[in-house]
């Protein structure tokens, strides 16, 4: 009865909607009063009300039948004090929803998740100690110093979960950890984010700073500054920037950063920055810099865009193995896609 209470009222959220507004889109068929005593566990619903309910709500009926504890801590929303808690609301649920399927899924393939933190305990109050981090990190994930050609399944290949979902406010992403230190998670808004995949990449790494990184103590602006930074020195490492550029310079040729741009996957006037934070290029440089890319119109829309991919497979590959090697059955794969049977085996090939 609590399992089936709580999912009732996450699937609500994520889809939105007040009691009455669930009332409403199942016509009435209860009454708001009815539906809040079901999420209340002081009733519980027949199997014909969970069908209706589950149509209306777009899950499966065995949604409310799944018991995976997800239990989220302190959420980072940057930028957004004033976020919308409807919206907040609908994308945490969400959020929750995806990584218990998801978890669900390794748990049955006996997939070991725990995340081993290779920054713990190292202390950041400098610009050196970002780039020692960035270089750490890099080393414990065996990256050497070379482009990143996927962020999101390289974080995912290291039991970092990334969800992406769509929502139109104007937040680009958050990370949190996940039943307590156990699972670092990181969401993005997929509906800002997929068109410019350099920003993709910058959100996903600057967030991960938020989980990896012991800068909780400091002010919200130096705290974002040293993620920032973070961020662009896992993209392009300190050596690597200077080797490219070939050490000091007193200008940048717009093609050469826009080509470097390409390469590593890092926007123009992150680059830029980089190389201001590096001494590779100096103050009035910078400002030079932005000012001339200002009046070109390039600050929103930058000439060059990033070409590459930034998706990960991985839940769709666990999946499949599961299937193939008959952990689940087809039914159970649909459930776990919070697809119906007819769709699933209208969208993929089950041998």
């Known amino acids: 009865m609590k399992y089936l209470a709580e999912r009732l009222k996450s699937a609500r959220l994520m889809n939105g909607l007040s009691l009455q507004g669930l009332a409403d889109r199942i016509n009435n068929y209860v009454t708001k009063q009815a539906l809040s005593k079901y999420e209340q566990g002081q009733v519980v619903p027949d199997s014909e009300m969970i069908g209706i309910l589950a149509e209306a709500l777009q899950v499966r ?9 997800i239990e989220f801590g302190q959420i980072e929303f ?3 004090k004033n976020y919308p808690t409807k919206e ?3 994308i945490v649920e969400i959020a929750k929803n995806e990584l218990s399927r998801y978890i669900e899924l390794e748990e049955i393939l006996g997939i070991e998740t ?5 920054l713990e305990g190292m202390k950041i109050s400098s ?11 890099r080393d414990a994930w065996g990256l050497g110093r070379d482009a990143i050609s996927n962020v999101t399944e390289l974080l995912e290949d290291h039991h970092v979960k990334v969800i992406e979902i769509d ?8 990370a949190t950890w996940v039943n307590g230190k156990d ?6 808004n997929k509906s800002k984010l997929d068109i410019k995949l350099d920003r993709k990449r910058f959100t996903a790494l600057h967030e991960l700073g938020h989980l990896l990184l012991d800068v909780n103590g400091y002010e919200e602006k130096l705290k974002e500054k040293y993620c920032h930074a973070f961020a662009t020195a896992m993209l392009i490492p300190k050596e690597t920037l200077r080797n490219e550029l070939g050490g000091k310079r007193n200008r940048l040729s717009m093609n050469e950063i826009g080509a470097i741009k390409q390469q590593y996957g890092i926007s123009m006037q992150a680059l830029v920055y980089r190389a201001k934070d590096l001494g590779l290029i100096s103050d009035n440089y910078l400002k030079q810099f932005y000012l001339v890319f200002n009046q070109l ?3 929103v829309n930058e000439p060059v865009e990033y070409e590459g991919v930034e998706h990960s497979n991985r839940f769709s590959q666990l999946l499949f193995r599961a299937l193939a090697e008959e952990y689940i059955s087809i039914s159970k794969a649909a459930s776990l896609k919070n697809q119906k049977l007819a769709e699933f085996r209208k969208e993929n090939l089950v041998i």
């Open 61 to 69: 009926p065995d949604y409310f039948n799944a018991n995976t504890e």
């Open 78 to 80: 940057r930028k957004l």
């Open 297 to 299: 119109g390039y600050r």
């Open 127 to 137: 610009q050196e100690d970002i780039e020692q981090a960035a270089e750490k990190l």
């Open 88 to 90: 907040k609301s609908r």
């Open 167 to 174: 929502s139109e406010e104007s937040f680009d992403g958050f």
């Open 183 to 188: 699972i670092p998670l990181i969401v993005l």
């Open 114 to 118: 725990k995340f081993d933190n290779p």
